[in-house]
């Protein structure tokens, strides 16, 4: 396995999207590289985080505050980052993950309305500065995405809410995007498009991301 230290790569956006369909793409990409890949998803990913996943996403649980949905989310992520992306990346693995702590800006953020400021503090506690290297957002309309979500599978907790919620959602991704502190690692991609377009895009992407990375090196 090759010393030098992985890149940890996120997927984004609101249900429906293509996260998941695009994993695979990814992965083969880095593979054909000479990459060993990690996939993981939030929330869960390891023991711990599977569990309070199946709280998190539980229907029956409607009397969670925001703030349990908070703490519970970084509780699994912490574990996450700790027991699995870390050492991976350590050892040289690269690990795609689908959704990480963007999501929470976006869904206890803008959608639960808790303020950033909280979102931040308990981030620092939780993860300290620790940040993808980069971060595919896809963009759709958050009907859309909804609607392909649902086709697919049985809606859960999160899937109930509100189209308002989404629309808050999805553009607080973007805005997140756009932010100074963030926006190096992000890299848009426009999913309303068929999936094969999306997929040649997510390819091109994590192909340049591979050349930055192996240039980085020999300077
Ligand atoms: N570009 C696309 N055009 C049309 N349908 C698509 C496209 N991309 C994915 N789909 C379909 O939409 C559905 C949802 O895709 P997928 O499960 O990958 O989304 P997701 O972002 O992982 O959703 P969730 O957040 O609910 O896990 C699937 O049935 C998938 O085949
Ligand atoms: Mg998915």
Known sequence: MSSSRGKFITLEGVEGVGKSTCIEVIKSVLEA?????????????TSVGERLREIFLDEGEVRMTAHAELLLIF???TQHVHELIAPALAAGAWVVCDRFTDSTYAYQGAGRQLPEEEIARIEDIALGSFQPDLTLLLDLDAR???ERAVSDAEADRLESEQDEFFERV???F????????HKDRYRLVDASRPQDQ???QIR??????????AEGKKR
């Open 144 to 146: 859309e995405g909804l």
């Open 174 to 181: 973007l805005q997140r995007s756009r932010q100074m502190a």
């Open 75 to 77: 509780a699994a992520r």
């Open 198 to 200: 999306v997929h040649s």
């Open 170 to 172: 999805r553009n607080a």
């Open 204 to 213: 091109e992407i994590i192909k340049h991301f591979l050349n930055q990375t």
């Open 33 to 45: 590289a000479g990459k060993s890949v990690v996939i993981s998803r939030e929330p869960g990913g």
